[in-house]
């Protein structure tokens, strides 16, 4: 449809005419337009007198770009914002007479308007992301494939030393953020703490937490000598009391106690771009266990 308003008419037009017919809505506002009815998610465009869009958001066509979006944000450029008017590119698959206020209660009427399934969305100024059925993650935003390699060059670190003290690790883990380095970000955390959906997200969450501190606050950080302690386990050759045991005792201890984890303690400073100090000391607890690597813990902490 090379003019979207006004719409076409429903008295005139039959579904059959237009089904399969693409649609570019410029005035896709989501989440402000956004309404549930019959049971499904949309986002109308348009105005009773100009005739209405219903973009459906409820399935896949919908969140694979829309995620693809937040991955642009959360990896490329945080300065995009998280909502306002955006351009939908729709297939017209319906048409459905609903109440389009997001409110509990209605002060209009329900409006005939064109079902649209999302196909790709278009933040001006920003990027491009499209629907891929066949991906796992449902949507790409453009370039999105040679991502890593065109920003591999610029990263300082590409991977953590398997012998990282944890003052290394606490500032390879700054280094990634500023450098938006996501996956090396999640290796420095603890598996402990991405083992499911809700502490990816939680992940998720906190890094891009993390990009706002750095973009706004603060530029640089230092590291304090690490405190290290046994929290769990015998680790043998720590205590006075290990001098007095034999090979066999010793053994025989770690066996019952299990896992041998180590906790260690790093204090940072942030610097603004002016060379300032941000805030106080902030405490970053690592672990590790039987002498393996280091892992960040408390991911949450700001610098």
Known sequence: IEKPFPAPDQNTVSIE?????????????????QFIDLGREFVSVGSGTKGYYFAEISGRSWLGPYEAIKRYRRLINRDMPEEGKWTLLGRITGVEM??????????????????????????????FAFYE???????????????????????????????????????IFAATIKEKNFDLFKECISPDRQR????????????????DRFATLYVHVTTEEAKIEVISGFD??????????????KEKIKEISGDVVEQALVFTHAWDEKGRQYGSPKPHYLKRKNKGRWY????????
């Open 296 to 303: 960040v813990d408390n991911f949450e902490q700001p610098f």
């Open 196 to 211: 499911n959906k809700k502490e990816e997200s939680l992940i998720n969450y906190h890094w891009d937490l993390h990009l």
């Open 133 to 171: 059925a066949d991906s796992e993650v449902g949507g790409n935003f453009a370039g999105e494939e040679r991502m890593e390699e065109i920003k591999a060059p610029l990263y300082t670190v590409r991977v953590i030393p398997d012998d990282i003290s944890p003052e290394g690790l606490v500032e």
């Open 98 to 127: 609903v109440i389009p206020q997001a409110e509990k209660v209605k002060t209009i009427t329900a409006r005939w308007g064109w079902v649209v399934t999302p196909v790709a969305l278009y933040i001006p100024g920003h990027t």
């Open 17 to 33: 005419d237009i089904r399969g017919s693409y649609v570019i809505l410029d005035d896709f506002e989501y989440p402000a337009n």
């Open 236 to 249: 043998s050759g720590t205590g006075v009391e290990d001098f007095f045991l034999d090979e066999e005792q």
